[in-house]
């Protein structure tokens, strides 16, 4: 029997595509095998580089934990040791523990700032990070009402009007709080942050003086979370981009 050349092109051709379609097929149970299919969570390098994790680095130890939310539940998490003002804590998150964790990074990279590097920054009016701490604290109009209380004079439960509050910028209003006799160091303006009705942000700061570092102290809820945030009064025009920040790096140590 004569085998015509188009006939042994097409064999060729088939047994080309037999490899080809074996060699895929091996390697997807392959895959299997390993652990290695597609619908799996993504390793800490995989999420850096996109969404919410993007610009912050877990390359050094990560711990499971438990972090509290509001309300007090506990949600369990990946905690990058590097990003603990106490490292040395990152052991001690159990589902028994109280849940509250204090971090830290480097307000512009976003990398871990060790807390070795802060000595002698707060005095010189050099710091470069951003610190806060993971909470659990009453609802934020409760809070805004306490504060509004606290350094206005009043008794932190007055049920007294509330006072008037003048819009400084989109979603952020200052709260007129009455003149009165006090010592500089303690006089502070009082902020709102506000979502339509929704009271988002309760940010108190330092009024400046002279050889001082005014500091914000800043409240607000993320994803579930309650933190209070603290940094210097010179990045309080940055108080957007500091939320988003720490909302970032908490989904990214949740998802």
């Known amino acids: 029997m004569r085998i015509s050349y188009s006939s042994v092109f097409i064999l060729f051709i088939l047994f080309i595509l037999s490899i080809l379609l074996g060699y895929s097929t091996a ?6 095998a390993h652990g290695e299919a597609t619908n799996l969570p993504q390793s800490f390098k995989e999420l850096q580089e996109e969404g919410s994790c993007q610009g912050f680095d877990f390359s050094g130890k990560v711990v499971d934990g438990y972090l509290v939310q509001h309300g007090g539940g506990k949600i369990k998490v990946r905690i990058p040791v590097d990003y603990l003002l106490f490292p040395e804590t990152g052991i001690t998150f159990t589902e028994k523990s109280d849940g509250m964790a204090n971090f830290n990074f480097h307000r512009d990279t976003l990398k871990p700032y060790p807390r ?36 206005s004079g009043r008794k932190t439960k007055s049920n007294e009007p509330p006072f008037p509050e003048k819009q400084v910028s989109a979603n952020l209003f200052q709260v007129q709080l009455p003149l009165r006799v006090q010592p500089d ?8 942050g506000r979502d339509g009705a929704a009271m988002t942000d309760v940010i108190s700061c330092n009024v400046p003086q002279p050889n ?34 720490i ?4 989904e990214c140590m949740t998802d």
């Open 185 to 192: 160091w303690e006089k502070k303006n009082l902020y709102f």
């Open 116 to 151: 070795r590097e802060m000595q002698g920054k707060i005095v010189a009016g050099e710091e470069e990070w951003i610190s806060f701490l993971v909470t659990d604290f009453i609802e934020m109009k409760s809070l805004a009402k306490l504060y509004a209380n606290l350094l």
């Open 247 to 250: 909302q970032n790096l908490l």
């Open 27 to 32: 390697e997807a149970q392959n895959a299997g």
């Open 212 to 245: 001082q570092y005014p500091h914000c102290e800043h409240l607000s809820r993320l994803g579930g979370y309650d933190v209070k945030v603290l940094y210097p009064l010179d990045q309080f025009t940055n108080w957007k981009v500091i939320k988003k920040n």
